[in-house]
């Protein structure tokens, strides 16, 4: 594995993007719903077909709001860095909000009310905690777009923690959405460091998805649900009772599931890690044949192979296609919040 903290921001933030696009023609699909659409296992972008709900008219290779919030957090940390706040998460959102190639068609039903009142005034600190629904503020939307977090904070536990909860305050202030999301920070923090293994960064998936449950609690609402850490660690050890990947998926989608609410989704993020062996493309393609929140689960899992692995490991015309595809540079937005990080 690389020690270069360049090839793994750039490693992190490149796989999450191909993730997603690789995802979001099978979202929402069943396992054979996918194998009837495409022909079979998929490895290779393709377009959305045309009753997809959320992805119908993109193109091949194109991104959805999972990575691009994603790629929006880390110019927002290039430029804020520790300073982050919750009116900062909001303005984010908002801006998001005004793209037409994402918003409305790409946001979730937490994330869409979320604006709704942001774009209105509304106290981003009361936004993200408030509801009487179990639903409302559990989902995946805080920790999809969170792995900026985790390498701009990959030396700093605490600040991680702090800031992973900051940017779920204006929308999924709530034990299952901030539990999500320091997961997947951590996860991505630890993948940064050398000689790291894959049992060390699941440990660290749990350990901070335990703390933030406890800070969600604590400062944001508490909702009923499965534990996302316990769930974690059986995702995990599924992916290691797995005789191949096609047995991985089937184990994880069967018991943890592929849905929307944390509970499901980062977990699964986190078996198909493990089932993958921290292979950026092999991640990204156990999430896209899973089905279900495909691109959302692969952006997040793939997010921490590529810290792990590095940019390295992926191949150069698949980085390529998708920066095509959605006028991006990559390598450049990861220089930026190397740079930020590093003052």
Same mark, same amino acid.
């Given at each position: ?17 191909? +993730? *997603? ?6 979202? @929402? ?12 296992? #998929? ?5 959305? =077909? ?14 959805? *709001?999972?990575?691009?919030?994603? =790629? ?91 800031? +992973? ?31 790291? @293994? ?16 406890? $800070? ?11 534990? #996302? ?26 018991? $943890? ?28 393609? =156990? ?17 921490? +192979? ?7 490991? $992926? ?19 990861? +220089? ?8």
């Amino acid at each position: 594995m690389t020690t270069d903290l360049q090839s793994k921001f750039h490693g992190s933030l490149a796989a999450g993007c191909i +993730a *997603d696009a690789l995802g979001a023609p099978t979202e @929402e699909l069943s396992r054979r719903q996918i194998q009837k659409a495409f022909g079979g296992y #998929v490895t290779d972008f393709h377009a959305p =077909l045309p009753e997809a709900p959320y992805a119908k008219g993109r193109k091949a290779a194109q991104i959805t *709001d999972d990575s691009s919030q994603m =790629l929006m957090l880390a110019q927002l940390l290039a430029s804020r860095g520790n300073a982050l706040s919750a009116a900062d998460m909001a303005d984010l959102l908002v801006r998001w909000s005004a793209n037409p190639n994402y918003f409305p068609h790409f946001a979730g039903p937490t994330t869409r009310a979320a604006i709704e009142r942001l774009a209105r005034g509304d106290d981003p600190l009361k936004v993200g905690r408030s509801g009487s629904i179990m639903t409302q503020g559990s989902s995946n939307g805080a920790a999809m777009r969170v792995a900026p977090i985790g390498l701009f904070h990959h030396a700093d536990p605490r600040g991680l923690l702090e800031a +992973a909860y900051t940017s779920c305050v204006p929308s999924h202030n709530t034990t299952a959405g901030v539990a999500g999301a320091t997961a997947i920070a951590a996860a991505v923090a630890r993948a940064c460091s050398p000689g790291v @293994e894959l049992t060390d960064i699941v440990k660290s998936a749990v350990e901070a998805a335990d703390e933030g449950a406890r $800070i969600g609690c604590e400062r944001g609402r508490d909702v009923p649900g499965a534990s #996302v850490p316990r769930r974690i660690e059986r995702a995990a050890q599924l992916a290691v009772a797995a005789r191949d990947d096609t047995h991985a998926i089937e184990l994880i989608s069967d018991e $943890i599931g592929v849905g929307l609410p944390a509970a499901e989704a980062v977990p699964a993020a986190i078996g198909f890690f493990v089932a993958g062996a921290g292979d950026p493309i092999r991640v990204a393609q =156990l999430a896209a044949n899973a089905g279900g929140d495909s691109d959302t689960i692969g952006c997040m899992g793939a997010a921490v +192979a590529g810290a792990y692995r590095g940019i390295e490991a $992926i191949p150069t015309e698949v980085i390529g296609e998708v920066e095509t595809a959605n006028d991006l540079d990559l390598a450049d937005v990861a +220089a930026q919040l190397l740079s930020a990080a590093r003052q």
